[in-house]
């Protein structure tokens, strides 16, 4: 069922890519190298006593959410399983983290974890999973994240396959989506250029860069941050009367008109 996938995936697709940030600061690789003290100024202690508190808190939600995949209802589970039961439609849900480190075009439908890494090609596959990372390169398909979309270093997604309820782009990656972008929670820990519509709670973090458009109610800068942006950061509108609404409306049209005849 993936006949557009034949003729080399969909016309007119933008596909991102990751730009390998060369010479980038130190700090990025400094986990797999040294202890955090080294780090250079950024994280500097200044931050270093807030660090412990406000740094690793994460608004990506936790793997205990899940999403049924069957009827696409929300639900919390406690403690670690193999798979689970959706409490609503009944359906036998598989839990099991996945990872996908070859060409791939089969189907994986889980509602834990998949990992593309970075060597992996998903090509024509069909996927449905709570949390996706991507490190590989996703062609073509049909890809559906229920939770959280995480794309990291030498990521590349065609941009119409970026819908996600949650949106986490990793240290090092390099994404720009041209079209508008609704979703619920962002944590940008790399570069991140687009027009944003976050209906939760946007962080940007020390390493991270915004660049665009950005909406959403409440917006977390880290010291260190870029963010080169025009912003409405605003709570939820409150509802309308709308009978009020259509009177002023009514009223403000036939004033002008009057007056300008
Ligand atoms: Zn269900």
Do not use: W
């Amino acid at each position: 069922m993936f006949d557009r996938g034949k003729s080399g995936y969909v016309n007119g697709l933008v596909t991102l890519r990751a730009t390998q940030l060369h010479k980038r600061a130190p700090r990025y690789s400094s986990h797999d190298q040294k202890e955090p003290e080294d780090k250079p100024k950024a994280a500097s202690k200044a931050s270093g006593a807030t660090a412990s508190k406000g740094i690793g808190r994460t608004v990506m939600p936790t793997q205990n959410e899940i999403v049924c995949y069957a009827c696409g209802y929300h639900f919390v589970i406690r403690g670690r399983a193999e798979a689970t039961q959706c409490p609503k439609c009944g359906a036998r849900l598989s839990l099991k983290n996945e990872t996908i480190t070859g060409g791939f075009r089969d189907e994986l439908i889980t509602a834990g974890k998949v990992t593309v890494t970075r060597n992996a090609i998903v090509d024509g596959a069909t996927i449905q999973t709570n949390d996706l990372s991507v490190s590989g390169m996703i062609k073509s398909g049909d890809i559906k994240v229920y939770r959280t979309l995480e794309l990291l270093e030498g990521f590349s997604i065609p941009e119409e396959m970026i819908i996600t309820r949650h949106l986490r782009i990793g240290p090092g990656a390099v994404c720009k989506i041209n079209k508008p972008l609704q979703v619920e929670n962002l944590e940008i820990e790399g570069v991140l250029e687009g027009t944003i519509i976050a209906t939760g709670e946007v962080v940007l973090r020390s390493n991270g860069h915004f660049i665009g458009s950005l909406t959403t109610e409440h917006l977390q800068v880290e010291e260190g941050a870029g963010l080169t942006a025009q912003c409405e950061i605003a709570p939820p509108a409150p509802p309308k009367d709308k009978s009020d609404v259509d009177e002023t409306d009514t009223d403000t049209t036939e004033d002008t008109k009057s007056n300008g005849h």
